[in-house]
C-alpha cells in the first residue's frame, strides 16, 4: 500500500491578522504547526503501512518554512516528505490548490503508483473542505469525505471499505482503490513519535519542487488563477445592547421571577 | 418535527446491494495489476462560458425528506432572483422523487430540474456530482446554492472543481451587485473575528454553500407551482466504484438542535458533569434541548451532535439560554442569531454578555434550579413552541 497524505501548515492561533492591502493572510510571526485534522489523515496512513507495508508519503504545498511541518511528519514516521513551493503558487485558493497538489500527486505516480491519498476534512485556518475533494476530482479518483473508519483494505481485490459521518448518522461505504480519504478526528488517537524519528527527521533530505518540476500551466496557478477573491473585510455586526435582569446580590428565586416574565411571552404559544 | 427516522439497519435497496457482498478483511497481498475502470470526472468537459442564467438551489433529500436549509436558501435564494430579475429554479436528484417535486414550487422555485435514477437512490459523491455537473452543463445557471451540511460540502468541492468555478463555504450572508451580476458571499473568516465577502470572477456558476439556520424558512405558498424538467442520468451501474452498503441513522428521539426552539446550553462554568445536569432539567422542564460549548463535550458532560459553535453547529431558537459559557467568538458564531438570549455567567464582564438580550449575573449551579423551578410552574399546562413560527 503506497499512500500519500497532503498536509497543511496553518497558524497555531485563530487570531491571525489580515493584510489591508492585499487582503490576505498575514502569517509572519505567527507559530505554526500541522492542520490538526491532517495529523489523524497522517496517522491512519502510517496505521495502515505498519499492517499492509509499502510507504508513506507527505506533501504539502506551502512557503519554505512548511519544511518544518514536512519534518515533524517525518518524525511521526513517515517514509517520505515533498515540499511545493514555488511564488507562482501563493495566493491559490482553494481551486488552484487542487490543481497544483494534484499535478504534484501525478508526478509522484510517475515514480511509484499510489492506492490511497489521505487528506483532514478541512484545515482550520480557512475551514472550506474543498481541497480533498478538489484533488480526487482533478485525479478522476473517488472520493470519500469525513471518514470515521476503516473497516478493511483488501489491495488484491483493489477494494476497501469505510465508514463516514452523514448529517443524521453514518454510513458504511465500499470503494475501488485507488481512493481519496478525508478524515475527522474521531478516526484515531496520535501515537508519540519516538526517539530514533525525531533523529531522523532533523536530517532527513526534504524532497522540493517548484513549478519548474511540475510544468503546471501558469494561468492555473496562484491568484491569477484564483476564480474567488476577497472583496472586502468587515467585523461582524453587534447585536443590540441587552438588558442585566440581576445582579448576584438578588435571591436566585427572585431572579428566576423576574426573568420568567420576560420569558414566558417567547416560549410559550397561545392556544390555538 | 418527525420521529420517524429510528435506527435503519439496511440502506434501503440500491442498484448495488443486489449484489451480494462479502465482508472485507485486510489482505496484505499486493495485487499486480492496477487496472481499474471508473468514471472520472476529468472527463466531462469544462463548461464553454455560455451566458449564464438563473439561479439554483441545491435540494438536499435523504430518503424522502428533504433537510431544511435547502427551503431556507430557496428563501434567499428568491429575494436575489427578485434582484436579479431571473428565474429561480430548485435542484432534486434522486430516486422516487416526483413526491417532493411540488415542495420546490411552494418554497418559492419558478422551475426545478430534476433526475429520477435508481443509482441516485442512495447518495453517493460518484453519481450525485456527475448528476449536478451534467446538468449544470445543460443549464448554465449564474449563481448556485447548496446547503453546507456534510452532503453539501462533500458535493459542492466535487462540482466546483469539475466545472473550475470559484465555490464559497459556510456562506452567512448573501447579496447580489446587480450591475455586475456577481453574488457578494460573506463568509466568517479566521475564527469569526472577521467577516470576508469573497466573489467569484468569470466563472459561473458562482457557487457557495450556506450553514443551516443562518436564513429562515420561506413560509409555504400551496398555490403555486411550476415546471419540472426531467433530465436522464445515462450512466452505466456496472462502471461505479463506490456504494453505500449501509446506512445507520442516529436514533431520532428529539429531533435535531439546529431545528429546536428552546436551547438551554451549558459551559465550561458549571464545572462537573453533575451540574450539567441542571441544564438539562431546565430544558427538560420548558420543553427545550440541551446543547454546550465545546469544553463542555470535551469533558463529556454533553455529545458532540450537541456541541454549538464554530467546529459545532449553527443554530437560531427563538430562546438560547448559555449558562456557564464565556462567549467566545468560536461560540458565538453558532448562536448570535437567535431571537432571545440570556446569558447566565458570574464573570459581569463575560463577552457572552455583549449578545444577550437578559443578562444574569450570578452563580449558575444556584440559579438554574430556581429558574427551573420557577418557569416549570408558571408555563405549567401551557402548550410549549414546538413549532418555529416564521
Ligand atoms: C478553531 C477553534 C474552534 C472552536 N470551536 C468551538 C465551538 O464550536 N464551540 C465552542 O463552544 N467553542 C469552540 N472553540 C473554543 C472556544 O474558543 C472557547 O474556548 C470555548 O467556547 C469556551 O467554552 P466555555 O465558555 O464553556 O468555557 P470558558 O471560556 O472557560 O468559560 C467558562 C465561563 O463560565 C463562567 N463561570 C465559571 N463558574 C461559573 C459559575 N459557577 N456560574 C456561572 N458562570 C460561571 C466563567 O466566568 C466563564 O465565563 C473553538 C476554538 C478554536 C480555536
Known amino acids: 500500500m503506497n499512500i500519500a497524505v497532503c498536509l497543511k501548515q496553518v497558524p497555531d492561533t485563530s487570531e491571525v491578522r489580515i493584510n489591508p492591502k492585499t487582503n490576505t493572510l498575514m502569517r509572519e510571526g505567527i507559530p505554526s504547526i500541522i492542520n490538526p485534522y491532517d495529523v489523524h489523515a497522517l496517522e491512519e496512513a502510517l496505521t495502515i503501512r505498519d499492517r499492509l507495508g509499502g510507504r508513506v508519503t507527505v506533501l504539502t504545498m506551502g512557503p519554505p518554512q512548511a519544511t518544518d511541518s514536512l519534518r515533524k511528519a517525518i518524525s511521526y514516521g513517515a517514509d517520505h516528505a515533498i515540499l511545493l513551493t514555488d511564488r507562482a503558487f501563493a495566493g491559490s485558493d482553494t481551486l488552484a490548490t ?5 499535478g504534484a500527486l501525478g508526478r509522484l505516480m510517475d515514480r ?150 420576560k420569558l414566558i411571552p417567547h416560549i410559550v404559544v397561545p392556544n390555538r | 418535527m418527525t420521529a ?49 442564467h ?63 435514477d435508481p443509482m441516485l437512490k442512495p ?33 459542492s468541492g466535487s462540482v466546483a472543481t469539475a466545472l473550475r468555478t470559484g465555490l464559497t463555504a459556510d456562506c452567512t450572508q448573501l447579496d447580489v451587485d446587480v450591475d455586475n451580476r456577481k453574488l457578494l458571499q460573506t463568509r466568517p473568516a479566521f475564527g469569526g473575528n472577521i467577516l470576508a465577502t469573497i466573489l467569484c470572477r468569470d466563472r459561473w456558476p458562482q457557487m457557495a454553500t450556506v450553514r443551516p439556520r443562518v436564513f429562515s424558512k420561506p413560509e409555504k405558498q400551496p398555490e403555486r407551482s411550476g415546471a419540472v424538467v426531467w433530465s436522464d442520468l445515462g450512466l452505466d451501474p456496472s462502471k461505479t466504484v463506490m456504494e453505500v452498503v449501509e446506512r445507520i441513522l442516529d436514533e431520532r428521539t428529539e429531533g435535531y438542535l439546529d431545528e429546536a426552539d428552546i436551547i438551554v446550553a451549558g459551559g465550561r462554568g458549571l464545572g462537573s458533569k453533575d451540574n450539567f445536569k441542571l441544564v438539562e432539567k431546565l430544558a427538560q422542564a420548558i420543553g427545550g434541548m440541551i446543547g454546550a460549548s465545546r469544553p463542555a463535550v470535551e469533558s463529556g458532560w454533553a455529545p458532540y451532535s450537541h456541541q454549538v459553535g464554530q467546529t459545532g453547529l449553527t443554530v437560531r431558537p427563538k430562546l438560547y439560554i448559555a449558562a456557564g459559557i464565556s462567549g467566545a467568538i468560536q461560540h458565538l458564531v453558532g448562536m448570535q442569531n437567535s431571537d432571545v438570549i440570556v446569558a447566565i455567567n458570574k464573570d459581569p464582564d463575560a463577552p457572552i454578555f455583549r449578545v444577550a438580550t437578559y443578562g444574569i449575573v450570578g452563580d449558575a449551579a444556584t440559579l438554574l434550579p430556581a429558574i427551573t423551578q420557577e418557569l416549570g410552574a408558571r408555563m405549567h399546562g401551557a402548550p410549549l413552541g414546538t413549532e418555529r413560527q416564521l
Open chain 1, 98 to 102: 487542487s490543481y497544483i497538489l494534484a
Open chain 2, 123 to 155: 447518495y453517493t459523491n460518484e453519481c450525485h456530482s456527475i448528476a449536478l455537473v451534467q446538468l449544470c452543463q445543460a443549464h448554465h445557471p449564474e449563481i448556485l446554492l447548496i446547503g453546507a451540511t456534510t452532503t453539501g460540502r462533500d458535493l
Open chain 1, 112 to 261: 511509484e503508483p499510489l492506492d490511497l491519498i489521505f487528506c483532514g476534512k478541512q484545515a482550520i485556518d480557512g475551514d472550506t473542505a474543498q481541497v480533498g475533494p478538489g484533488i480526487a476530482s482533478r485525479l478522476g479518483w473517488p472520493l470519500l469525505t469525513y471518514v470515521t473508519k476503516i473497516d478493511g483494505i483488501d489491495p488484491t481485490n483493489q477494494v476497501f471499505q469505510v465508514q463516514r459521518k452523514i448529517e443524521v448518522g453514518r454510513e458504511v461505504v465500499r470503494c475501488r482503490l485507488p481512493a481519496l480519504v478525508t478524515v475527522v478526528k474521531e478516526i484515531n488517537e496520535i501515537r508519540y513519535a519516538p526517539l530514533p524519528d525525531l533523529i531522523r527527521a532533523a536530517h532527513y533530505p526534504v524532497e522540493v519542487w517548484t513549478n519548474a518540476d511540475l510544468g503546471l500551466d501558469a494561468s492555473q496557478l496562484g491568484l491569477k488563477g484564483s476564480p474567488t477573491w476577497v472583496n472586502k473585510i468587515s467585523t461582524p455586526p453587534m447585536r443590540e445592547k441587552g438588558e442585566v435582569l440581576a445582579g448576584s446580590d438578588v435571591a436566585p428565586a427572585e431572579t428566576a421571577r423576574i426573568l420568567a416574565d
Open chain 2, 4 to 52: 420517524k427516522k429510528k435506527k435503519s439497519p439496511k440502506a434501503p435497496p440500491s442498484a448495488f446491494t443486489e449484489k451480494t457482498v462479502p465482508p472485507i478483511t485486510d489482505n496484505p497481498e499486493r495485487s499486480d495489476t492496477k487496472a481499474h475502470e471508473q468514471i472520472p470526472l476529468e472527463s466531462i468537459e469544462a463548461p464553454k462560458n455560455l451566458p449564464a
Open chain 2, 54 to 116: 438563473g439561479i439554483w438551489v441545491y435540494i438536499e433529500q435523504l430518503q424522502g425528506e428533504v433537510a431544511p436549509v435547502s427551503w431556507e436558501l430557496m428563501g434567499v435564494g428568491r429575494q436575489l432572483a427578485d434582484k436579479l430579475n431571473c428565474p429561480l429554479s430548485g435542484v432534486l436528484l434522486g430516486h422516487d422523487i416526483q413526491p417532493l417535486t411540488e415542495l420546490a414550487f411552494q418554497y418559492g422555485a419558478d422551475t426545478l430540474y430534476a433526475i429520477d
